[in-house]
């Protein structure tokens, strides 16, 4: 059983940047593709993020593609969310999350508490 626990959201200004993190315990750790996801109020949770175990890969969503980055350290068991030229729309519930299968095909197994971000004018 793997837990993740998200840290680092909080209250920023439109065009500011933040970093998410993520930590994992329970498990190994390069067993896992990482992810990060996101839910806004009334919203449908949707895919942010996600980088391969050895972190060889990742892909980003359109929606913020250029702006966020994510990253992993394998020795630290972290999982990272940079954001960078946040906009009101980015506002939401992330959550890291944990998954088996290929990086092409993941299994979200495994989803932390989540990080409230907030972005105001």
């Known amino acids: 059983q793997v837990q993740l626990v998200e840290s680092g959201g909080g209250l920023v200004q439109a065009g500011g940047s933040l970093r998410l993190s993520c930590v994992a315990s329970?498990?190994?750790?390069?067993?896992?593709?990482m992810g990060w996801f996101r839910q806004a109020p009334g919203k449908e949770r949707e895919f942010v993020a996600k980088i391969s175990w050895n972190g060889g890969s990742t892909d980003t969503a359109d929606s913020v593609k250029g702006r966020f980055t994510i990253s992993r350290d394998n020795i630290k068991n972290m999982v990272y969310l940079q954001m960078n030229s946040l906009s009101l729309e980015d506002t939401a519930v992330y959550y890291c999350?944990?998954?088996?299968?290929?990086?092409?095909?993941?299994?979200?197994?495994?989803w932390g508490q989540g990080a409230q971000v907030t972005v105001s004018s």
């Open positions: 329970g498990g190994t750790f390069t067993d896992y593709n």
């Open positions: 999350s944990a998954a088996g299968g290929t990086i092409v095909s993941p299994q979200w197994q495994y």
